[in-house]
């Protein structure tokens, strides 16, 4: 295959949803100035759809796809496979990708394949003449060009390195760990990387030091070569017969790690699964010295690598064999706003303000209070309405009067307004919500909002001074009905047995129920001329509120007029109805009803008018 693995347009297809991986593939990207990101696609067996991440300082969109395929068809011009698969799939999802005519050159991360499915895999990839990266690696970076996932690590790191513009070094590792610290040696004593691979640490890589260093020998922009061997294997004996055999040209410097290894019982295995030597051959010594024997410039120990390093680029250089890559300055990666509020450098006025509740903290808050001892105080469901209503612990009176409210207002019989409309949705097969909307959406002036409007306009005459005829004899005179006050069946001598049962209620629990008196005068006066003109349900509980509030004595009469302005009564009816129009949706599901259709002889057709 061609030496070259990466250019500034290669584009990579990320097999497993690995959003860090990427995202510092494309940050990468923007320190190396690439016009288009170099992940085309990603796939992730479980989800299709889009995935948004950072482009520079924008952002982009990167389609998900759920097979390779499938995102390879897409994406034709993609020719590399960066596969964080397990190792239980990377196999089946490598040899895919080996075998699509697209793919030039598989990165396999993941650790663990069985050695006999890794020596395929290389086979394969031999035999089509393509590149595997791995099993077990980090990776690769061509500088200035591509990186393989999390290769190299950060953006400063990056930076540091000088990985976003190309040096003249070509480096091969069985080590990833190793190789991020060789990339920073190399830009401390060369003028940086032109290309960097880390072969993954298994006995049967997918490709071989070896391989990499002629395909450097082979690129003219690589002026020298620095490898980095293991202890365990004969690979790097393949590299001394390369140099006997004037394979290798260009300058080689190399080091086997492992050399400690005498020190320790014979068996012992370094790290990773190759790492272990079976025999003399296999040792660091021994592989260092023939490495040496054979030309290459091999350092006494690790501590003298740069040196070397140095020492042949400076020969290079003096020779004018290079010609050191010009000094340029990196772009500024913007800082991840979540990044930077974490670390505390920069600030954000929030967009919402709430005083009555914290998921926040270790535990869920309302008003302040742990929901463990909103439980376990029993404070019931008005209680809760009293912490996230009105901010306040209400007496024990307060939450029974909340909770007799909701009971009272839960339903009243299919043919109102609100179960009506829900009904009607629900036999024609609309979701609940859709139906809860359908009903609770006709709630206003005419059906529910006598509550709130009983508490107005009852406790604004109070207010007021107006007496209780003062307060009738006005309103007939703006031609409005009294909110809160008439019946359509019940009567002065046929009492509604719930209003009955709340007066009692509020009577003896109460400190004060000045205006449901005021109210009971009012309906003297209007049940005198008519028997149904009495105070209703609705407009007993809406009066009672008040007096209610009025009664815990935590709340001022301002604080009472804005809590009955901002439409409590009717949040507390929507609350309550809401309770019964499920009722009837579900018994309309449950009985498994046809569509509703308004029969012919239920409506006047008058198209003359």
Not at 215 to 230: C, D, F, H, Q, S
Request: glycine content about 10%.
């Amino acid at each position: 295959m061609k030496p070259e693995l990466f250019t500034k347009d290669t584009t990579a297809i990320v097999y497993g949803y690995q959003t860090n991986a990427i995202q510092r593939m494309l940050d990468f990207d923007y320190a190396c100035g690439r016009k288009a990101p170099s992940v085309a696609a990603i796939v992730d067996p479980g989800r299709d759809g889009v995935h948004k991440v950072f482009f520079g300082k924008g952002e982009i969109l990167l389609p998900i796809y759920r097979t390779l395929e499938a995102a390879a068809a897409k994406h034709p011009k993609a020719d590399v496979v960066i596969n964080f698969a397990s190792f239980r799939s990377s196999f089946a999802s490598s040899m895919e990708a080996l075998n699509h005519p697209n793919i030039r050159t598989v990165a396999v991360i993941a650790e663990g394949i069985p050695e006999r499915r890794a020596r395929v895999l290389a086979a394969t990839a031999k035999k089509l003449d393509k590149m595997v990266i791995g099993p077990a690696t980090v990776g690769g970076i061509k500088a200035g060009c591509f990186k393989i996932g999390n290769t190299a690590g950060t953006y400063e790191n990056i930076v540091d390195c000088k990985l976003f513009r190309p040096g003249s070094v070509g480096f091969v590792s069985k080590s990833g760990g190793l190789s991020s610290e060789c990339y920073n040696i190399i830009a401390r004593n060369a003028d940086g990387l032109y290309e960097g691979i880390a072969i993954g640490g298994d006995a049967y890589p997918g490709s071989t030091l070896l391989e990499h260093i002629l395909r450097y020998e082979a690129i003219p922009a690589v002026k020298m070569i620095v490898a980095l061997g293991e202890i365990g294997g004969t690979e790097e004996l393949r590299i001394v017969e390369a140099l006997k055999a004037g394979k290798i040209k260009k300058p080689l410097v190399i080091w086997v790690t492992g050399t400690c290894s005498t020190m320790f019982p014979a068996g012992v295995q370094f790290g990773h699964a190759g790492a272990k030597a079976g025999s003399a051959l296999e040792t660091a010594q021994a592989k260092n010295a023939a490495l040496k024997e054979a030309g290459a410039i091999v350092p006494d120990s690790f501590d003298d690598y740069g040196v070397l390093i140095k020492k042949t680029y400076e020969g290079l250089v003096k020779k004018g064999a290079i010609k050191p890559a010009p000094e340029v300055t990196a772009p500024v990666l913007p800082m991840d706003f979540a990044q930077a509020m974490k670390e505390g450098k920069i600030r954000k006025a929030t967009t919402f303000i709430s005083t009555i509740s914290n998921e926040k903290k270790e535990e869920l808050e309302y008003c302040n209070i742990p929901i463990s001892k909103v439980l376990e105080s029993g404070m019931g469901i008005g209680g809760v309405i009293g912490l996230l209503w009105f901010k306040r612990e209400l007496p024990d009176y307060g939450r029974k009067f909340l909770e007799t409210a909701l009971m009272l207002t839960a339903d009243h019989g299919p043919a109102v307004s609100g179960a009506h409309n829900a009904i009607v949705a629900a036999r024609a097969g609309k979701d609940i919500i859709s139906c809860l909307a359908s009903g609770i959406l006709t709630i206003g002036p005419r059906f529910g909002g006598a509550i709130d409007g009983a508490a107005q306009s009852f406790k604004g005459a109070f207010d007021k001074g107006l007496t209780p005829a003062q307060f009738v004899k006005e309103m007939k005179a703006k031609g409005k009905n009294i909110p809160g006050i008439g019946h359509k069946v019940k009567s002065i001598t046929n009492p509604d047995m719930r209003v009955t049962q709340l007066k009692a209620f509020c009577k003896k629990n109460f400190k004060n129920t000045e205006l449901l008196s005021y109210a009971l005068e009012v309906e003297q006066i209007t049940s005198s001329k008519k028997g149904n003109l009495i105070l209703n349900v609705d407009g007993c509980i809406g009066i009672c509120f008040v007096d209610m509030l009025a009664s815990t004595g935590s709340f001022t009469k301002e604080e009472i007029a804005n809590i009955v302005e901002m439409g409590c009564l009717n949040a507390l009816f929507v609350v309550g109805r809401s309770i019964g129009i499920f009722g009837h949706v579900f018994d309309q599901k449950r009985l498994k009803q046809p569509l509703y259709r308004t029969p012919y002889d239920e409506i006047a057709y008058m198209t003359d008018l």
